[in-house]
Protein backbone atom coordinates (compact mmCIF):
# COMPACT_ATOMS: atom_id res chain seq x y z
CA UNK A 1 0.00 0.00 0.00
CA UNK A 2 1.66 3.14 -0.97
CA UNK A 3 -0.71 5.78 0.81
CA UNK A 4 -3.22 4.95 3.29
CA UNK A 5 -5.39 7.83 4.80
CA UNK A 6 -7.00 7.34 8.40
CA UNK A 7 -8.40 9.21 10.94
CA UNK A 8 -12.43 9.73 9.90
CA UNK A 9 -14.97 9.71 11.90
CA UNK A 10 -18.29 11.39 12.82
CA UNK A 11 -18.74 14.35 14.60
CA UNK A 12 -20.83 17.44 15.48
CA UNK A 13 -20.58 20.55 13.58
CA UNK A 14 -18.17 22.85 15.59
CA UNK A 15 -15.69 19.42 15.89
CA UNK A 16 -12.19 19.01 14.95
CA UNK A 17 -10.38 15.76 13.07
CA UNK A 18 -7.10 15.11 11.97
CA UNK A 19 -7.35 13.01 9.54
CA UNK A 20 -3.57 11.13 8.26
CA UNK A 21 -2.15 9.68 4.95
CA UNK A 22 0.70 7.14 5.88
CA UNK A 23 2.55 6.37 2.64
CA UNK A 24 5.25 4.43 1.91
CA UNK A 25 7.09 6.67 -1.26
CA UNK A 26 10.16 6.62 -2.39
CA UNK A 27 11.61 10.51 -2.69
CA UNK A 28 8.99 11.36 -0.44
CA UNK A 29 10.31 14.63 -0.01
CA UNK A 30 10.24 15.07 -3.95
CA UNK A 31 6.76 14.80 -4.00
CA UNK A 32 3.77 17.31 -3.32
CA UNK A 33 0.91 15.85 -1.77
CA UNK A 34 -2.78 16.87 -1.47
CA UNK A 35 -6.17 16.26 -0.05
CA UNK A 36 -9.20 15.95 -1.91
CA UNK A 37 -12.85 15.52 -0.86
CA UNK A 38 -15.83 13.61 -2.99
CA UNK A 39 -19.21 14.51 -1.08
CA UNK A 40 -22.35 12.07 -1.70
CA UNK A 41 -23.24 12.10 -5.24
CA UNK A 42 -20.44 14.80 -6.02
CA UNK A 43 -16.86 14.74 -8.13
CA UNK A 44 -14.48 14.58 -5.90
CA UNK A 45 -12.79 17.69 -5.19
CA UNK A 46 -9.53 19.34 -4.23
CA UNK A 47 -9.33 20.64 -0.52
CA UNK A 48 -5.43 20.92 0.60
CA UNK A 49 -2.15 20.79 -1.12
CA UNK A 50 1.77 20.58 0.03
CA UNK A 51 4.10 20.91 -2.29
CA UNK A 52 7.64 18.75 -2.52
CA UNK A 53 10.08 20.11 -0.05
CA UNK A 54 13.27 19.48 -1.48
CA UNK A 55 13.29 22.01 -3.44
CA UNK A 56 12.89 24.90 -0.44
CA UNK A 57 9.77 27.13 -0.33
CA UNK A 58 7.01 24.79 -0.83
CA UNK A 59 3.39 25.66 -1.93
CA UNK A 60 1.00 25.10 0.42
CA UNK A 61 -2.45 25.93 -0.68
CA UNK A 62 -6.32 25.60 0.21
CA UNK A 63 -9.81 25.68 -1.41
CA UNK A 64 -12.02 28.81 -0.37
CA UNK A 65 -14.00 26.92 1.62
CA UNK A 66 -11.60 25.55 3.93
CA UNK A 67 -9.23 28.33 4.53
CA UNK A 68 -8.89 29.18 8.03
CA UNK A 69 -10.40 26.19 9.69
CA UNK A 70 -8.38 23.34 7.98
CA UNK A 71 -4.35 23.21 8.47
CA UNK A 72 -2.04 20.93 6.06
CA UNK A 73 1.37 19.43 7.28
CA UNK A 74 3.61 17.05 6.02
CA UNK A 75 6.59 15.04 8.33
CA UNK A 76 9.15 13.92 5.71
CA UNK A 77 10.81 11.46 8.61
CA UNK A 78 8.00 9.56 8.86
CA UNK A 79 6.41 10.20 5.44
CA UNK A 80 2.93 11.21 6.36
CA UNK A 81 0.76 14.17 5.44
CA UNK A 82 -1.64 15.66 7.84
CA UNK A 83 -4.95 17.06 8.00
CA UNK A 84 -6.25 19.10 10.77
CA UNK A 85 -9.78 19.88 10.39
CA UNK A 86 -11.99 22.08 13.26
CA UNK A 87 -14.52 23.98 13.07
CA UNK A 88 -16.69 21.21 10.94
CA UNK A 89 -19.57 21.97 8.91
CA UNK A 90 -22.19 20.00 8.06
CA UNK A 91 -21.06 20.57 4.23
CA UNK A 92 -17.39 19.02 5.19
CA UNK A 93 -19.60 15.68 5.10
CA UNK A 94 -16.87 13.59 2.50
CA UNK A 95 -14.93 10.85 1.92
CA UNK A 96 -11.62 12.30 2.37
CA UNK A 97 -8.44 11.17 -0.17
CA UNK A 98 -4.98 11.99 -0.01
CA UNK A 99 -2.77 11.64 -3.66
CA UNK A 100 0.53 11.99 -4.68
CA UNK A 101 1.15 15.13 -6.78
CA UNK A 102 2.59 15.07 -10.70
CA UNK A 103 2.29 17.71 -13.04
CA UNK A 104 1.28 21.39 -12.70
CA UNK A 105 -2.04 22.18 -11.29
CA UNK A 106 -2.56 20.92 -7.89
CA UNK A 107 -5.96 21.13 -7.82
CA UNK A 108 -6.98 18.75 -10.83
CA UNK A 109 -7.35 15.33 -9.55
CA UNK A 110 -6.16 13.95 -13.30
CA UNK A 111 -2.19 15.33 -11.58
CA UNK A 112 -2.22 12.89 -9.24
CA UNK A 113 -0.74 9.47 -10.20
CA UNK A 114 -1.66 7.46 -6.85
CA UNK A 115 -4.43 7.93 -3.92
CA UNK A 116 -4.97 6.10 -0.83
CA UNK A 117 -8.24 4.62 -0.39
CA UNK A 118 -10.32 7.28 1.35
CA UNK A 119 -11.50 7.85 4.90
CA UNK A 120 -15.17 8.86 5.73
CA UNK A 121 -16.18 12.46 7.45
CA UNK A 122 -19.06 12.70 8.71
CA UNK A 123 -20.53 16.29 10.36
CA UNK A 124 -23.53 16.54 11.84
CA UNK A 125 -25.33 19.69 12.77
Known amino acids: VQLQASGGGAVQAGASLRLSCTTS????????LGWFRQPPGKEREFVAFYGRTDLGSPTVAYADPVKGRFTISRDNDKKTVSLQMDNLKPEDTATYYCGQHRGNNYTLTANYIRWGQGTQVTVSS
Open 25 to 32: LFGFPTWG
